[in-house]
């Protein structure tokens, strides 16, 4: 399919529908056309529809891959595994926003469709697309003897309607969307087991973290080894202390909802002869910029220098990945293979953090 558009539908027309892709898309418009949408929330799917003059518009997700003027998928609902198998099935390539699913038979299942059908499948770790991410992996690249590695990332939420204009959903569709959130945690039982904590720790880690893990990986590969890790307030926050490559890697996480008004997420390498770090900015700002900071010595000096990336946005640059993936077949940047290896990281760090659990009771019982 040499250089003409791709034609791509969308499932679910949520927040990071409205705010991130559908602008990115619209402004691409010499690479895709937005065929269709579609989402269980009537009122969201008009007004999104009509604020984009889309034509097409689907309330079951069946209907939209069936349709043959469909090249691509963009699954960004919240079950992304079911969506994301049939659209491959169908040889639609696919757009899955993190998380790739919830657990392993999921993850591989994904990754079989894909496979059989021959389809371009990107996952949306717009981290890797970040300006300031080449400038990180460079400073990176040109470190000789480190000596620590530290994740840290304490998202919050920003009153989204202050900011952009937000198709919501009525009352009564409210509350089947907070039925389906439910139902969705509880089947992280299958999963982590019964434990609240344990279950909204996972979550979190799914829906937050994944960036994290996506980037870690992308510069060292994945720790191979957790030496310990704990569960803080109910599943607020997770910390762990783990070996990469011979190294100590701290992972800090947690979400603090409305409470603050920024966003607080780094990751910072800690060389002999400098520090590395990257300062990330709110996920739903449209062309936000991070800025990687440098802390070297030269001549008997500190000197600190930052570096701005550009303000390109993460997202665009993403679909701009995907178009040249499926119309001339250059690699894409956040793949499935890489994904299901977060999903199985996410698994392994909620197991360390149930063996320190069980480890604390049986000191209480004895």
Not at 2 to 7: A, D, E, L, N
Not at 101 to 106: K, Q, R, S
Not at 262 to 290: C, F, G, H
Request: proline share 3%.
């Amino acid at each position: 399919m040499k250089s003409q558009r791709v034609r791509i539908g969308l499932v679910g027309c949520g927040s990071i529908a409205q705010i991130m892709h559908l602008p990115a898309l619209s402004s691409l418009h010499d690479m895709f056309r937005i065929e269709a949408v579609c989402d269980v929330c009537e009122s969201v799917l008009s007004a999104v529809a009509d604020r984009y003059g889309i034509a097409k518009r689907y309330s079951e997700y069946q209907e939209l891959i069936e349709d043959r003027e469909i090249d691509a998928v963009a699954v960004l609902n919240r079950q992304h595994a079911e969506v994301a198998i049939a659209a491959a099935r169908k040889n639609k390539h696919v757009f899955i926003e993190k998380p790739l699913c919830f657990n392993m038979t999921e993850a591989q299942e994904i990754a079989a469709a894909v496979n059989e059908a021959n389809v371009v499948a990107m996952v949306g770790y717009m981290r890797l697309y970040d300006p300031s991410y080449h400038h990180l992996l460079s400073e990176i690249q040109s470190l000789q003897d480190i000596r620590l590695i530290r994740v840290h990332d304490f998202g919050s939420r920003y009153p989204l309607d202050d900011i952009y204009d937000v198709a919501q959903p009525s009352e009564v569709e409210r509350q089947r969307l907070s039925r389906l959130a439910a139902d969705l945690k509880e089947s992280l039982r299958a999963v982590v087991g019964p434990r609240q904590q344990v279950i909204e720790a996972y979550y979190q880690l799914l829906h937050l973290t994944t960036h994290d893990a996506s980037v870690l990986r992308s510069l060292f590969g994945l720790p191979k080894k957790i030496l310990a890790c704990k569960i803080w307030r109910g599943g607020f926050c997770t910390t762990c202390l783990m070996e990469l490559r011979g190294v100590p890697c701290i992972w800090e996480t947690g979400g603090f909802d409305y409470t603050r008004n920024w966003w607080d997420q780094n990751l910072t390498v800690y060389d002999s002869a400098k520090t590395v770090s990257i300062e990330y900015e709110y996920p739903y700002m449209r062309n936000a910029r991070s800025v990687l900071c440098v802390r070297r010595n030269e001549m008997r000096a500190q000197v600190d220098s930052a570096i701005m990336g550009g303000y390109e946005d993460a997202y665009r640059a993403e679909w701009v990945n995907l178009f040249n993936a499926i119309a001339n077949g250059k690699p894409v940047v956040s793949g499935i293979e890489g994904a299901v290896e977060d999903i199985q990281f996410m698994i392994d760090i909620v197991e360390a953090a149930k063996q320190n659990i069980k480890e604390n009771e049986e000191k209480v019982q004895a």
